[in-house]
Structure formats: structure tokens, C-alpha cells
């Protein structure tokens, strides 16, 4: 093994430089790399299975709720993105166009897919004729570009990938029904399955989708007290199937527009795991998205060695047919304290060891990547044990993360509160807000924050607006964000 195998490489502390800690890490843990395109990367096979994984997740939940999967066309055509005004005009400072090919020049520009309502809502125009073909519920997953002028790895890419869900109902009841159905399958599955607490809340109309009459988010707090936001919902009135002429014969003979919805996560979501578990010795992945769920070092002398790794092949093989996925690391060229550091390093939620002692014992220890927790466990319970531990494992980090959420979340009534506080501190702010666009830019401007959404549960309600002073319509939460 070559000389710079030998040792772990050493990461920046997360204290020193929060943003150096996270491309340290990233790169140290090999999921992704630098593409030769300005802000495009590589997913390496670990970063890409934790995607599978989150992947694997939402769509066990959109089958149930219904959902069935599609795929659209990347390329479009810029006469699609006239038709909705808000829209485009939201979106046109990030597309890249397609203006030849083949070596001519094309009639029409076509735009390379930033979001596909335009798109779906053409064909939905075509598939939807009457009451009876509705309602519509299609997800796709699929890569998407924005040109991004400051780009990081996985939160903000100029490329990414991602799955969009686009509905169209019969009513505005249906329509809202769906929009929230879909944000709370999000918050499940972050919560549950990424382990990362969220707020959940509506958007204020600045920061709304372009193109919506209402969006729903959920925000997560990184460990560097910034936001990311970990999914959206949107309900889209009837703006475009009025649009896209996406009419339907009701049920009593008239022509009516369809109420849609779109929704959507993104590879954000890997960023934001990173962000919310990880430490200064690296990677902390939950167990259910981990690549590797437990690594097994057997540990001995050379002349018993092949007596432990033959009985540690014979735990590996149940370990893996009771579906944990389980990784063996019998090399013996390079120590196991290097091993446990590595692996450490790398996130994965269980260490096995396994020695001849334990091995004439009937035993092996296992150990958490959390709380560094050592059990001394039977041979015989291993399976049991195993998933016990992972179990553990995947509610100490969403316990761990929402307490870390609630000590950094402050309540502040002025703004002169709030920029003392971002100053000194990180997290989020919960503070009174008037309404007016002109107070969200200058909490903005002062402090840096941005509104994040307006919480559908909060433990107080404001009653002055933190810029004006004059009553508060809504509490917001704000935060810096990614």
C-alpha cells in the first residue's frame, strides 16, 4: 500500500474553518470529485449509493401515495418558458441554452431543463381531456442545470440530480391536499430515514417558486447554524394549465382548468447529511442511507489469523443474508487502529471486532461511530444485536441533531436583536414580521438572513414586526443559508 495510505489524512476542525471541514471530507471520504466543467462533480460509488438510498426511500412512499414514475425530455423549447411570465423570468438568469447542433444552427433556442412544469405541462395538456383522467400523479427523477455562480459540492452544483413530482386535480381542494401530503412525505423521510429534524412552514411570497401561488419547506439547521433548504412543495393554483391549456370536461359538461401541484428534493439532501452529523473525525451516516452499514476488522497475531477471519467470514455471511450491508476488512497490511480510524473517518454507523479471545469466548464487540459506545455481544445473538445497534445508531444522531436545532434557535424582536445575534452566534432567529416586502430585504441587507418560512408550529407567536415595528402578520423563522 503506498506511504500516503498509511495514516489517515487529517481533516480540518470544524471550529477553525466550517466550510474547509466539509470539502475535507467530502474528498477524504471519496464521495465525489471535481469534474473538468465549472461547477459539475462526479459522484463516486459511495456518495452515489447514499443517493440510491434516499432515492429508494421516497419512492417506496410516492408507490403508496399513488405515484407512478416517468420521464420527460431535458431539452426546452425556449417558446415554453413565454408562456408562464413569472416563471421564466425566475428562472432565465440560470439557463444554458442550446442554440446549434449538428452543425446548424437551430430555428429555436432550446433550453437544457432547469425544472420541467413547462414540459409536463405541455404534455399534460394533451393527456388530459376529461374529469375521468384525473387526477394525474407523475414523479420523474432526473438531472437538472443551473448555471450557479458560486457553486459547492452536492448543495449547490450546476448540475444535480433530483426527483420532481408534478399533479394536476380535478379541484383546489385536491390540489392543496396534495401539496401537503407531499411535504410531509419529505419530512418522514428526512427525518426518519436521514435523521435531520426540519421546520416545516410556507414560504413567504418573495420566496416562493417562480411560478406558484403558494410553496411549503422544510429547512434544516447545518452545524455552522446556516439553512439549507431540504425540500419544497408547491401548490400551482391554475397558473399553468391556464398557461398550458391543460382544460378538462367536468363532471357537469364544462370546460374547467386543472389545479397542479409540483414538488421536489434534490442531491442537496447529501450535503445536508454531511453538514448536520458530521464531526472533526468525518462522516456520520445514519444507518439506513450508510453504503456500509458495519465494517468487521478481525484483529490477532499472524499465526492465528486465518483461524479468526475464517470464523469472522462465517459472521459476515449472516450478517449479509439478514440484509445488513457489511463490509469485511481483513487486510494485513496496514493496522486496526488505522482501520478504525478510517472507517471513522468514513462514516460507517458500526465497527465489528472480532480477536481470538473473543473468538474462543463466543463473542465480539461492537462498537458505535457515535457515542463510541463498546458492547460485548454474543456470536450467537449477532444479528439481533447488530440491528439493535443500528437502531441506536439512527435515533442517537436524530436526537443528537434536533438538540443541537433547539440550543441554536433564538427569539429576537428587533432587528438590532437579530444582528447582534448573528454576529456573535449560529443558528436560527424566530422573529415578527409585517407582510411587507420592504422589511423581509432589509433584514436581509442588516444581518445577512433570510426569511426561511413561516412555521406551521412554533412555540410563540410574535406580535410587531422586528424592522418596523408595526404589528406582525406573520412569525418567521430567519437564518443565513446555503
Given at each position: 500500500?503506498?506511504?500516503?495510505?498509511?495514516?489517515?489524512?487529517?481533516?480540518?476542525?470544524?471550529?477553525?474553518?466550517?466550510?474547509?471541514?466539509?470539502?475535507?471530507?467530502?474528498?477524504?471520504?471519496?464521495?465525489?470529485?471535481?469534474?473538468?466543467?465549472?461547477?459539475?462533480?462526479?459522484?463516486?460509488?459511495?456518495?452515489?449509493?447514499?443517493?440510491e438510498h434516499i432515492k429508494e426511500a421516497m419512492d417506496v412512499r410516492f408507490r403508496e401515495t399513488g405515484h407512478r414514475n416517468a420521464y420527460f425530455p431535458m431539452f426546452i423549447p425556449e417558446s415554453f418558458f413565454q408562456k408562464e411570465k413569472e416563471h421564466v423570468e425566475g428562472f432565465n438568469p440560470e439557463l444554458p441554452w442550446v442554440t446549434e447542433a449538428g452543425g446548424e444552427k437551430l430555428e429555436e433556442r432550446?433550453?437544457?431543463?432547469?425544472?420541467?412544469e413547462t414540459m409536463i405541462g405541455h404534455m399534460y395538456s394533451k393527456w388530459i381531456q376529461s374529469y375521468r383522467d384525473l387526477p394525474v400523479l407523475i414523479n420523474q427523477w432526473a438531472?437538472?442545470?443551473?448555471?450557479?455562480?458560486?457553486?459547492?459540492?452536492?448543495?449547490?452544483?450546476?448540475?444535480?440530480?433530483?426527483?420532481?413530482?408534478?399533479?394536476?386535480?380535478?379541484?383546489?381542494?385536491?390540489?392543496?391536499?396534495?401539496?401537503?401530503?407531499?411535504?410531509?412525505?419529505?419530512?418522514?423521510?428526512i427525518e426518519e430515514v436521514l435523521a435531520i429534524p426540519v421546520?416545516?412552514?410556507?414560504?413567504?411570497?418573495?420566496?416562493?417558486?417562480?411560478g406558484a401561488k403558494e410553496t411549503f419547506s422544510l429547512e434544516a439547521m447545518m452545524k455552522d447554524g446556516r439553512a439549507v433548504q431540504?425540500?419544497?412543495?408547491?401548490?400551482?393554483?391554475?397558473?399553468?394549465?391556464?398557461?398550458?391549456?391543460?382544460?378538462?370536461?367536468?363532471?357537469?359538461?364544462?370546460?374547467?382548468?386543472?389545479?397542479?401541484?409540483?414538488?421536489?428534493t434534490s442531491t442537496r439532501l447529501i450535503g445536508a447529511l454531511i453538514m448536520v452529523h458530521g464531526d472533526d473525525r468525518g462522516l456520520a451516516?445514519?444507518?439506513?442511507?450508510?453504503?456500509?452499514?458495519?465494517?468487521?476488522?478481525?484483529?490477532?497475531?499472524?499465526?492465528?489469523?486465518?483461524?479468526?477471519?475464517?470464523?469472522?467470514?462465517?459472521?459476515?455471511?449472516?450478517?449479509?443474508?439478514?440484509?445488513?450491508?457489511?463490509k469485511m476488512d481483513d487486510r494485513s497490511d496496514v493496522s486496526p487502529g488505522w482501520k478504525f480510524n478510517e472507517y471513522e473517518m468514513r462514516g460507517v454507523p458500526v465497527r465489528l471486532e472480532i480477536g481470538p479471545r473473543d473468538m474462543e469466548n463466543g463473542v465480539c464487540v461492537l462498537v458505535s461511530r457515535i457515542s463510541g459506545e463498546k458492547k460485548i455481544v454474543q456470536q450467537d445473538n449477532l444479528v439481533e444485536e447488530v440491528q439493535a445497534m443500528l437502531a441506536q445508531v439512527q435515533q442517537e444522531m436524530y436526537v443528537r441533531a434536533k438538540n443541537f436545532m433547539e440550543e441554536n434557535f433564538y427569539s429576537v424582536d428587533t432587528l438590532d436583536e437579530m444582528k447582534a445575534l448573528m454576529e456573535e452566534k449560529r443558528g436560527f432567529t424566530l422573529a415578527g414580521w409585517c407582510g411587507s416586502e420592504e422589511c423581509e430585504d432589509k433584514v436581509k441587507e442588516v444581518t445577512g438572513a433570510t426569511s426561511r418560512n413561516i412555521p406551521f408550529k412554533t412555540t410563540e407567536q410574535k406580535t410587531t414586526c422586528l424592522c418596523c415595528g408595526k404589528p406582525a402578520k406573520h412569525t418567521v423563522v430567519f437564518a443565513r443559508a446555503y
Open positions: 500500500m503506498s506511504n500516503d495510505k498509511q495514516f489517515v489524512e487529517e481533516i480540518t476542525p470544524q471550529s477553525e474553518d466550517f466550510s474547509r471541514w466539509y470539502i475535507d471530507v467530502i474528498k477524504k471520504a471519496e464521495l465525489m470529485d471535481y469534474s473538468p466543467v465549472r461547477g459539475c462533480i462526479v459522484f463516486r460509488p459511495d456518495g452515489f449509493e447514499i443517493w432550446l433550453a437544457i431543463r432547469p425544472t420541467s438531472n437538472v442545470v443551473r448555471w450557479e455562480k458560486r457553486t459547492l459540492p452536492f448543495l449547490r452544483t450546476s448540475e444535480f440530480l433530483w426527483q420532481e413530482g408534478h399533479t394536476a386535480h380535478e379541484t383546489e381542494e385536491e390540489a392543496r391536499e396534495e401539496t401537503m401530503k407531499m411535504l410531509e412525505v419529505y419530512r418522514e423521510v421546520i416545516t412552514g410556507q414560504k413567504t411570497p418573495s420566496e416562493k417558486f417562480a431540504a425540500g419544497t412543495s408547491h401548490y400551482m393554483g391554475t397558473n399553468f394549465a391556464v398557461a398550458f391549456d391543460i382544460k378538462y370536461l367536468s363532471r357537469e359538461n364544462n370546460l374547467e382548468f386543472a389545479h397542479t401541484t409540483s414538488w421536489g451516516l445514519p444507518p439506513k442511507v450508510a453504503p456500509t452499514q458495519v465494517v468487521m476488522v478481525p484483529i490477532g497475531p499472524p499465526k492465528k489469523r486465518d483461524a479468526v477471519i475464517a470464523r469472522a467470514d462465517e459472521l459476515f455471511a449472516q450478517l449479509k443474508q439478514s440484509g445488513v450491508r457489511v
